[in-house]
């Protein structure tokens, strides 16, 4: 038997060593009503009974309610104030280069997964796209046979010196599913529970993707075959001894207009006919090679303007705009959102509930959009599932809860 300690820190947080294993599963864009809808309607009965011994909270999201802003926070227990990914993307300042933020060298601190790693844990990650892999698994030593890391999407390509598995698409038995498919999720979890059996680590992530939550709304069809499938997967998990603990990077909501078309503000066009050309250069932190599901249009935007703009005032007249929920200039609005200042722009714009923003309206190929666009990025799509399958104690009180306190309550609040 290795020895271990009885408790890790991490980023100023401290957890204890589990007892069984611990299952985080991040559900994409898991709007409540998701699962709400799916227990009314009898498609989740492991889950629907677990919730009544167990506990079935809401918590805040990170705000922008993005999907590596929010997976960061979950892993490291902190906001992107502290582990520095404020976005999917992002200007970085050092190259003037709009970037993706899927490099570990924007990770500011390290994640919990490494921190019991690094005392002898085993970890199991999985994920759905490969964008979320490199930072979930950084600093773990895949080599060490206790860590194994790897997304769906290149679960054909692994190797046990990079991903703690060699060819984890065998171990799973199935085709690598599309990107644009529930299947991509379905392989996480058919994954985890292979994992769970072969490896029992001590802590595993399952992150998956939102494909299915922008395109139907809770209680449709599709969305509960979605839910069933999870629960199919909950339970066999939970049979092995583990203890489930369930949380959202962001929710989702509609962003369409009576039409059937996305409601827009074109952020940019409105900056250029504000102040002229160049005056202005909005950054959408949702954009991602994967956009065919959302255009790159969310309610979250930030926006760098030249020098001898009065920020103040273009402030005031982007306020009064309808479909404008908030307007911040950046040190206020990280303060508000808890956000790196150095990686956002002069002024954090936030859409309503049903609004989206884009850069320029020719900057957006909306025509792979097959259903009316639901998407995330604001203030009201904060609100996720935050449940534990096993009964609770001593929870914090007081406070609003994070779904960055899920390994807080996993870990530590489970009787
Ligand atoms: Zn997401």
Redesign the pocket.
Known sequence: MSTHPNTVSVNDRTYNWPTAPVVIVCI??SEPDYIEQAIAGGHMPFLAKAIQGGADLRAHCVVPS??NP??LSIVTGRPPAVHGISGNFFLDPDSGNEVMMNDPKFLRVDTIFKAFHDQGAKIAIVTAKDKLRSLLGHGLDCSSGRAVCFSSEKADQTSLAGNGIENAQAMVGREIPSVYSAELSEFIFDAGVKLMDSMRPDIMYLST??YIQHKHAPGTPVANQFYAMMDSYFVQLDAMGATLALT???GMNSKFNAEGAPDVIYLQEVLDDMLGAEKGRVILPITDPYVVHHGALGSFATAYLSEDTNADEVASKLRAMPGIEAVYDRAEGCRVFELPEDRLGDLIVVSTKNKVIGTSSDRHDLSQLKEPLRS?GGVSEQTVPLIVTKPVKDLPTGGQFRNFDIFNIALNHVA
């Open positions: 994409d864009g993005f999907t929010n997976n993707t939102d959202a990077d962001h995330h």
